[in-house]
């Protein structure tokens, strides 16, 4: 079973994207639901503290925010590690990297096949133009199982 996300009002969703107004984003317009807890939790990989806090959930499949205590945002192979271990608890999930002054962002998901994992990323700078993002994220399909 699979269902889209309800189409975007793109300027509404330019200006929250803009602003890193995430949570706005996902609950106003994309008609994702209230998370079941927002509470931040730390997760520690390689030495390094992250916080992920959920922002938003549809149907079990959490939205996560991602930040480093030294306010950079994780390579890629940390990137993989955190998604591994949030994948324990939550098999489907998007994560959103951000840098500390909230200008940077990488949007973080994950194809299965089995074991294999095929990790999709998307960057936004804050300069730069939404649409494409906004694009990808108006499209994202949920896969239930």
Not at 29 to 37: A, F, N, T, V, Y
Not at 39 to 56: C, D, F, K, V
Not at 60 to 66: A, R
Not at 92 to 119: M, V
């Amino acid at each position: 079973m699979s269902f889209s996300i309800m189409p975007l009002n793109f300027q509404n969703a330019r200006n929250l994207l803009y602003e890193f107004r995430l949570r706005n984003l996902f609950i106003d317009e994309l008609g994702w639901s209230q998370p079941s807890s927002s509470r931040s939790e730390p997760l520690e990989i390689e030495g390094q503290i992250y916080t992920r806090t959920r922002i938003a959930e549809m149907s079990g499949v959490p939205v996560f925010e991602i930040t480093a205590t030294d306010g950079d945002i994780a390579t890629a192979d940390t990137r993989l590690e955190i998604y591994k271990a949030i994948a324990q608890q939550f098999a489907e999930n998007l994560l959103i990297f951000i840098d500390q002054n909230r200008t940077r962002s990488l949007w973080y998901w994950a194809k299965r096949e089995g074991a294999k994992i095929y990790p999709r990323t998307e960057t936004y700078l804050k300069e730069q133009p939404a649409d494409l993002i906004l694009s990808k994220i108006g499209g994202l399909r949920i896969e239930l199982k």
